[in-house]
């Protein structure tokens, strides 16, 4: 089903999973709200995408600010006239064993991924509840909502939270047509992985390749790393649905590392 003239907020689309899923939402016919802490790169990406600003503005936003959340959204609604699609994707990732992991940084990265979530979902849903036509909620998972990997205690707890968000959001949803699913990528190599390369290397003592081999594609069936063209293709699939069959449910996108 084609996202035509649909309006997606994609957060965290400056970089990475989320700048391909804007592209490939821009591609189908959507209007699409680039929405970054880096307003920047948002607005550079927007215009990257459509240089005449008519299907694609950048919008600068901490996810975790709960002010600069309800004005980004509001703003988005304004311009392109409501929210059909949301696609929680922002996020960031910080490794190290629980002994030594800093307070702050557990906070932190909770904070982006579930508060970042909720204020998002909250200031879409007011949209999609009062413009009556419905509209998909979709949530970057992870494996690591289905599977542990050592060093990542936050990461894990963040994304097996968002497995829970995504099954309240759909029930509450449904009465007003709006459905909720989560994406469960395997690893992608973006920048937030290849930052984790080297940090991994050193924390468990092995080389950079073992830790792509022998750590992060070990359990896939072919070795090959999840690209972004497949998470953002299973996002259209997601966002264009038309039907509360398919809600609640976490779609694992990661060459057969984690099977359900
Ligand atoms: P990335 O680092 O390429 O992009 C993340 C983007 O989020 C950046 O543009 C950054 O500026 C933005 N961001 C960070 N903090 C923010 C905040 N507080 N408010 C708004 N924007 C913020 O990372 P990516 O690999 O594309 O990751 C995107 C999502 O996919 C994350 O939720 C990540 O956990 C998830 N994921 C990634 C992989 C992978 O292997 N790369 C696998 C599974 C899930």
């Known amino acids: 089903m084609s996202l035509q003239d649909k309006v997606a907020v994609v957060t965290g689309a400056a970089s990475g999973i989320g700048k391909e899923i804007a592209r490939q939402f821009f591609a189908d016919g959507a209007r699409i709200a680039i929405a970054d802490l880096n ?4 607005r550079a990406t927007a215009a ?6 008519l299907r694609a503005m950048g919008v600068q936003m901490d996810v975790t600010d709960e002010a600069q959340v309800d004005a980004g959204i509001d703003a988005v609604a304004e311009k392109f006239g409501g929210i059909d699609v949301l696609v929680s994707n922002a996020g960031i990732q910080i490794v190290a064993p629980i002994e030594t992991f800093a307070f702050a940084d557990w906070k932190k990265l909770l904070s982006i991924h579930l508060d970042g979530a909720f204020l998002t979902t909250r200031a879409c ?3 999609m509840y009062a413009q009556g036509r419905g509209g998909s909620v979709i949530y970057m998972g992870s494996v690591h909502s289905k599977e542990a990997s050592k060093l990542k205690a936050p990461y894990v707890t963040a994304k097996h939270g968002l497995v829970g968000l995504a099954k309240v959001v759909a029930k509450e949803g449904a009465a007003h047509g709006v459905r909720s699913n989560v994406i469960c990528p395997g690893f992608v190599r973006t920048p937030l992985v290849e930052k984790q390369i080297p940090e991994q290397a ?5 080389s950079e390749d073992d830790v792509i081999h022998n750590v992060m594609l070990k359990d896939t069936v072919d070795g090959e ?4 063209d497949d998470v953002a293709r299973t996002a259209v699939f997601l966002a264009g649905f038309p039907t509360n069959a398919l809600t609640g449910q976490s779609v694992v996108v990661s060459h057969g590392w984690f099977m359900q």
Do not use: N
């Open 39 to 42: 307003g920047e790169a948002a």
């Open 48 to 53: 990257e995408f459509d240089p005449d600003g």
């Open 125 to 127: 849903l007011r949209h």
């Open 202 to 206: 050193k924390e468990l003592g092995i």
């Open 225 to 228: 790393f999840t690209t972004v």
